[in-house]
C-alpha cells in the first residue's frame, strides 16, 4: 500500500458547514480523499492519485471562497469531545475492522472541509473529516484508533458511531453503514446521532 503521509494530501476546501459526502454508486473499494471540485461536485480521488495537481486545484478553490470559522464559543465547548453513536446499526466486523486498519495505513495531512476515507465491502465506511475552517491537520494512527475504541466504548462492539475531539476538536474519526441510494452522509450526518450510548 502506498501511503502518503506529505503535504500532497493538503486539502484546503469549500465552507466546512456545507460539506458532506456519500460513495458514489459502483465505487471499488479504496481509500480515498474526497472533495467539492470546481463544479460544485464531490470528486473522489484514490488517496494513491492524488499529486500536485489537484492542490493546486483546491486551493484555487479555497482563494475563492469564504469559509465558516470553527464556533469556539462556550455553549460549544461542551459539545466537544464526544461520541455520536448509530444505536441498531451493527457493522460488518471484518469489513470493519479492514477498513478501520486501511484507514490507519494512509494518514495523511486533510484540509478544512475535507475527508479521507475507506470503502470495504458493499456498504463499510471507515473516515476521518476535518471540521475546522483553516489549516491542515493529521489524524494520527493513535487518534484513529482512540476513536474507534471510544466509539466501541460508548456505543458497542462493531456498531456505527463518530468520535470528534482530535486535533484542536476539528476532526470527527468514524466509521458507520452506507446504503447506495439513500441519504447516508459522513462528516454531516455523522454527527447528527440522538445518542452518545447504546
Known sequence: MV???SALCLLPLLATSAVAFTVPLGQPEGTYVVFVNETGQEEHVPIANYGI??????????????????????????????????????MNHA??????????????????GASAYNYKGTNTVAFVCNHCASGSARASVKNIADAAGAITNKCGWYVAGTNSGVSNNCFTIGYMNHVPNVDVWWCSRDRSGTTNAC
Open 3 to 5: 501511503q502518503l503521509k
Open 95 to 112: 469489513a470493519t475492522d479492514a477498513a478501520v486498519q486501511d484507514l490507519k495505513d494512509h494518514t495523511a495531512l486533510i484540509g478544512p
Open 53 to 90: 495537481e489537484h492542490i493546486a486545484r483546491v486551493e484555487a478553490l479555497e482563494s475563492r471562497k469564504p469559509v465558516e470559522e470553527f464556533d469556539a464559543a462556550p455553549s460549544r465547548i461542551q459539545k466537544r469531545f464526544q461520541t455520536w453513536c448509530g444505536c441498531g446499526q451493527n
